[in-house]
């Protein structure tokens, strides 16, 4: 497995069960209170429920971004400093159609945003463990500018509209390429870690089984922008900034 090519890596974070139990808990928790964000729902494919942004109601979620080996890894990999600023907890599997995350969040100078994905409970083809296409990091970046989308805002139901346009993109273009979907099964504790533009996804075989899974989003210092591209106009210098810089984030949240 090289990082270069193939845009992903496993690594180990020897979590206990201890520090798993805690996140897991907080999970539930947090999904049977009132006040509670759970992800839009142009981004549910089933019925189990993701919790986002689960930082700001459990320090144990919050403290798994930065744990070290993670912070150690992404920092040799790309040779900067990185901040988290985002967070899902998954319960089961998300049957997600592939995408990068490119179209998601984005930087000035490009590329330099990472995903996490830490497992909470083996993962498999059967309870939907991440699907990635090899080596899609090295392909175009696609935004909805890019594919001559109007700004979701100008549209009834924009942001799910461009999405699911984007998403038959996105299966076109793998289909076009004659390239292969991979499995990435994973066991209790480890994480896969990928670059900004890998093209990934949910799929299981039965979607009955949980899928316990915490993925975490990473930008790296130094750069000039954070921003939202679905509701950016790059070629127009307009940027819809993401809420996160270096002074505001999971870690200075932490240390606060």
Not at 12 to 27: C, E, K, M, S, Y
Not at 121 to 150: A, R
Request: charged share 25%; with cysteine; hydrophobic share 35%.
């Amino acid at each position: 497995m090289n990082f270069d090519r193939d845009g992903y890596v496993v690594i180990d974070l020897n979590l206990t069960d201890a520090d798993v139990n805690g996140i897991v808990d907080d999970v539930q928790n947090i999904l049977s209170l009132e006040e509670k964000t759970l992800q839009a729902d142009h981004y549910q494919y089933n019925e189990w429920p993701r919790v986002f942004e689960g930082w700001k109601q459990s320090r144990n979620i919050a403290e798994l971004c930065m744990h070290p080996k993670i912070i150690k890894s992404l920092e040799v990999l790309y040779g900067k400093k990185t901040f988290p600023f985002s967070t899902i907890n998954f319960t089961g599997p998300s049957n997600q159609p592939l995408h990068s995350d490119v179209i998601h969040f984005h930087t000035v100078p490009e590329r330099m945003m990472v995903g996490v994905w830490v497992a909470l409970e083996d993962t498999s083809v059967e309870n939907g463990t991440l699907q990635v296409v090899p080596g899609s990091h090295l392909w175009d970046l696609y935004d909805y500018e890019k594919l001559g989308l109007p700004h979701p805002d100008d549209i009834e139901n924009g942001e799910k509209e461009n999405y699911r346009l984007y998403e038959e993109f996105i299966e076109n273009l793998v289909q076009v390429k004659g390239a292969e979907t991979k499995p990435v099964a994973i066991k209790k504790g480890q994480a896969i870690i990928w670059e900004a533009n890998l093209l990934h996804g949910g799929f299981a075989t039965d979607t009955t089984k949980t899928r316990k899974v915490q993925a975490i989003h990473y930008f790296f210092e130094g750069c000039t922008k954070y921003y939202h591209p679905m509701f950016s106009r790059p070629s127009e210098g307009e940027y819809a900034d993401k809420w996160c810089n270096e002074q505001n984030n999971i870690r200075t949240y932490l240390n606060g």
